[in-house]
Structure formats: C-alpha cells, structure tokens
C-alpha cells in the first residue's frame, strides 16, 4: 500500500466510495422527491445537490423553506448543521495541510460525512501514504459519490412521489453511519467517545439544530483524550 | 418564498458551506497545531456520528418520533455487525436486512 501510485491510491479510493453509493442513492432521490413536492423546480433541486452538496442541510433548508421561515433563518439552521464540518476541515490537515491551495480549495467542496470517513480511515490505517496518492484517494472516494449524488437527485424530482415510503428510505443515514462508526471502534477511548457523544446527543436534541451535536462533539473528543491518557 | 429568495437560500448556503469546508483546511494548511488539539482531532469522527444518529434512531422522523422496534433492532444489528467485520458493507447489509425483517414482523411492510 505505501508503494501505491497516484493513480491507484485513486482506484482504491474510488472502490472505497462505492459502498457509500447504497446510501446516496436513496438521500439524493428523497430529496430530489421532497424538494419538489414543497414546490421547487427541478433547477432549484438540482442547485442545492450541486451547489451545496450537504445531505442533512439541504433537507433543514427545505423544511424552513416550507415553513416561511425567511431567509436569515433558514440560512442559520442549515449552516448549523454543517458546522460539524469545521471539525472534518480540522482533522484533515495534519494529512492534507501541505497540498496546493488549488486542491485543498476542492477537497473542501467534496468534504460531506462519506468522503471525509472514507479519507480518515484509510490514512489512520496506512501511515506510510504520501501526500500526493492521500489527494488521488480522496478524490477517488468522492468520484463515485458526488455525480451520483447529482443524479439521483434528478432522478427523485423527475419521478417524484412515486417512491414509497414503506421502503423507510429514512433510515438508509442512519444505518450507514452506524455501519461506518463500528469498525471504528478500535480502543476503549473510541468507545468512550462515542457513549458521550450519543448520550450528550440525546440530551441536548431539543436545542436548535446542529448546536446540542456540536457539543457533544467536543464533549466526545474530550472524553476520548482523557480515557486514552488514563490509559497510556 | 419566490424563486429569486430560494436561489439566494440556494447560493449563499453553497457560499456559506464551502467556507466551513474550507476554514481549517484553507486557513491553517502547514502551521503546526497544536499536540492536545491533534490529540482531540482524532476522535472526530466517533464523537460526530454517533450524536448525528442517536435521535434518528431513537426518535425516528417517520414514526413522528414514536421508538420503533424494527428501527432499533436495525441499528444494533449494524452496530454489532461492524464491531465484529470491522467493515462497512456487510453491516450496512445486515442493518438493511434487519429493519426490512423487523418492518415485515410488525406488520408495517
């Protein structure tokens, strides 16, 4: 692996990202379904998926959009459930920092949860990965993703509500997440990061979207910090 | 709303995403951090994603936020699945397959 080439470390990002298509396919199309049944154009459907490329936000600013919550207000619940994406910013320079403006300016527009899971995993487990084939993975991962993610978004508000809902396409997220954060429980302070974070999650889920998550993100990383020094 | 107010919506979350992507990437790029952040860093993705799903699961939006058997047993079983594999796809599978059983066994399928 340390002696892939720039052009199969971005093969192997791109089998990475496939499994991530099972998930996007069903998102994309519900949003496509959804963005039209609230009344959009399939333009407008479209420039969210292709402009904003954010799962959860694009549904949070379709819900406030229904709801007539002005634009000062939807703009703020959709940015908030984005912030998470600071911290992915965060995480990724230690592996990422030293590349050229130009190609961390794109791995930025392609940084959603798949991406940047996908990414982390792989440079977590090969320490040895060179900058430049670390760049061709992760636009690897996102090749498969973001044009499907596109399509199916099309392709939901073309066929609209002709999906039905007792395939609980909702759940595709959340079963996906959790098929990512599993094999990622690699030692006891994972493991505590996780339980604060669904526990702290949980609790503060009354709060104004994207704000209780945040902070059970840092609670989470705190608790992952102070187990792994008990232990060390 | 009209057209042109969605397209603002539209442009300005784009605009407005693409800066949060971009903040540490874009700003910091090879000034060192600090080892204690470095350290916090690490656990990104375990502290994220499980307090993204939590209430999902436990408050599903398409039950109006009633627990649901087969939505728990789903998420345990792609838990478990992963825990144990160590990847991805057959715990994605495994969840797929448990909720589908799950809705079929309550008679919502």
Known sequence: MALA??????????????????????????????????????????????????????????????DNAGVALTLLAALAVNLRMAMYSASLVPYLGEAPLWKRACVSYLLFDQSYVAAVARYEADGMMRLRDRVAFFFGVATPIAPTWVLATLAGALLGARIPDAAALDFALPITFIAMVGPMLRTLAHVAAALVSVVVGLALVGLPSGTGLLIAAACAMAAGVIVEGRRA | MTDAVIWTVILALGVGTFLIRFSFLGLIGTRPMP????????????A??????????????????????????????????????????????????????GLWLTGAF
């Open chain 1, 5 to 66: 080439t720039g052009k199969s470390a971005y093969l192997q990002g791109v089998r990475d990202g496939m499994p991530f298509l099972l998930v996007a396919v069903p998102f994309a199309a519900l949003f496509g379904v959804s963005a039209v049944e609230a009344g959009l154009s399939i333009g407008q459907a479209m420039g969210f998926s292709v402009l904003v490329i954010a799962g959860a936000s694009q549904f949070a600013a379709l819900q406030m959009i229904v």
């Open chain 2, 35 to 46: 080892p204690l952040v470095l350290r916090l860093l690490r656990y990104t993705p375990v």
């Open chain 2, 48 to 101: 994220v994603l499980p307090g993204l799903v939590a209430p999902l699961v436990v408050w599903p939006a398409a039950t109006e936020g009633a627990p649901e058997p087969a939505r728990l047993c789903a998420a345990a079983v792609a838990l478990a699945v992963g825990l144990w594999t160590r990847s991805v796809i057959p715990a994605v599978l495994a969840g797929f397959a448990t909720l589908y059983l």
